[in-house]
């Protein structure tokens, strides 16, 4: 597609259970981005990939939170036995490699609204 | 932490006024600046960016304008119009870090 999609759109879940979201990047963008928005709050960035490096986990909120990234494309983020204070949107961005040019834009998807019961 | 911040969670203008909408950063050593709209429901799009060896960069009625010494950050909308209304972030990073964003502004355009 031309842009980032992310699936599914929303997400109902009860408390303790998992949660898989997915999101495809852009074809040829290197690297891809995970942030969580909470209802009327900025952008809480969670997890971070660049080609084959290893991840930056640096953001990730709790050892509940991970993330995969298949064949440098398709990512997962995984929230395992979910608390209601982790509702939020999860967003995905992704883009060419940072340092060259237009590398430091990112697009975004719509993102997962995740609501949590 | 170092982070990004902004000096004002709302702003309401008038249909067709300039809007001015403001950022304070508080890494000295990042290199580069975004501006990112988002409007209700989707995801942030990119407006317009600058680098740290420019002051000012201009795009479609939109103008971000950076003064390194008091680490400040501004974007101008020219005649504001009701699609303008969004959420507004400012993002800094350096080098290869993931960007770091504020909280947002919410513009609020009046007919």
């Known amino acids: 597609g031309a842009g980032v999609s992310q699936s599914p759109s929303n997400k109902v879940t009860e408390k303790g259970k998992d949660v898989e979201l997915r999101c495809d990047p852009i074809s040829g963008h290197t690297a891809l981005y995970w942030y969580r928005q909470s209802l009327g709050q900025g952008l809480e960035f969670l997890i971070y990939f660049q080609g084959n490096s290893a991840p930056d986990k640096s953001g990730l909120p709790s050892d509940r939170f991970s993330a995969e990234r298949t064949g440098g494309s398709v990512s997962t983020l995984t929230i395992q036995r979910t608390q209601q204070e982790d509702s939020a949107v999860y967003l995905c961005?992704?883009?060419?490699?940072?340092?060259?040019?237009?590398?430091?834009?990112?697009?975004f998807g719509p993102g997962t609204r995740l609501t949590v019961l | 932490g170092e982070s990004v911040g902004l000096h004002l969670p709302t702003l309401s203008v008038q249909e067709g006024d300039n809007s001015i909408i403001n950022c304070a950063y508080s890494?000295?050593?990042?290199?580069?600046f975004i501006w990112y709209k988002q409007e209700s429901g989707k995801g942030p799009q990119f407006i317009i960016d600058i680098r740290s060896n420019m002051d000012k960069r201009q795009g479609q009625r939109v103008t971000v304008l950076l003064n390194k010494t008091v680490k400040h950050l501004s974007l101008q909308i020219a005649a504001t119009q009701p699609g303008d209304s969004a959420v507004y972030f400012c993002a800094e990073n350096k080098g290869n870090t993931p960007l770091v964003f504020g909280k947002g502004t919410r513009l609020s355009v009046i007919a």
């Open positions: 890494n000295s050593a990042s290199d580069y």
């Open positions: 961005a992704s883009s060419f490699s940072p340092g060259l040019p237009r590398g430091n834009e990112q697009f």
